[in-house]
């Protein structure tokens, strides 16, 4: 479940739609929730699917580190690639904030973490990395880790609207982590191997 304060607004023909912030939303707070209405597609549920379900999901789905595709049953789905993304996802199927997201400024993911099959060149941000590759997880994890714990530090700091959707155990772990009491696991984990 996406952040309750955000919207879907048009940016632009190049990207079609995104999910815009209504109101402030600090580093730290839990953007999205992986919860029980996004749907799960295994390999062979994905090839036993007509193609127009295909295209739906090769569209709007991620790969998770098992293999299996996940459709956002929300507006999380229209979350854009960002090469400077102001969200990420954790090894714990929430994603933070890890900047301050302004009225008005779209939330971004790097799809670089998503086990994305084949590479695709990004709009031209003025970044270093043009490209989103398969394998920019085993590249970038440690960078993205560094962003991941300096948001971890805000997280019982900050509105989580979100928060009914963690249960308690994982709840007392992020605090955990925020105090230093507990390691960060890396988003590495979410890397899909290939067999």
Known sequence: MIHPNTEIRFISDEVGY??????????????????????EFTPDQ???LEPIYKNILETYAYKN?????????????FVNHSFNANCLTTAYNF?????????????????????????????????????????????????WDKKLIRAFKHISKVKQPLIGLIDEELWQIAVQ???????????LKNYYQKG
């Open 95 to 143: 994603e933070l904030a890890v900047r301050d997201i302004y009225p008005g400024e779209q939330l971004t993911d790097d799809y670089g973490y998503l086990n994305i099959d084949t590479p695709f060149r990004g709009i031209d941000e003025g970044t270093r990395r043009k490209i989103v590759y398969p394998d920019d997880l085993l590249k970038y994890h440690k960078s």
């Open 65 to 77: 580190n098992l293999g299996n595709l996940v459709l956002c049953w929300d507006n999380g789905r």
């Open 46 to 48: 994905y090839n036993a």
């Open 18 to 39: 995104g999910v815009i912030a209504k109101e402030l939303i600090p580093m730290g707070t839990i953007t999205w929730v992986l919860d029980k209405f996004d749907r």
């Open 177 to 187: 982590i925020e105090k230093g009491e507990k390691e960060m696991e890396s988003i």
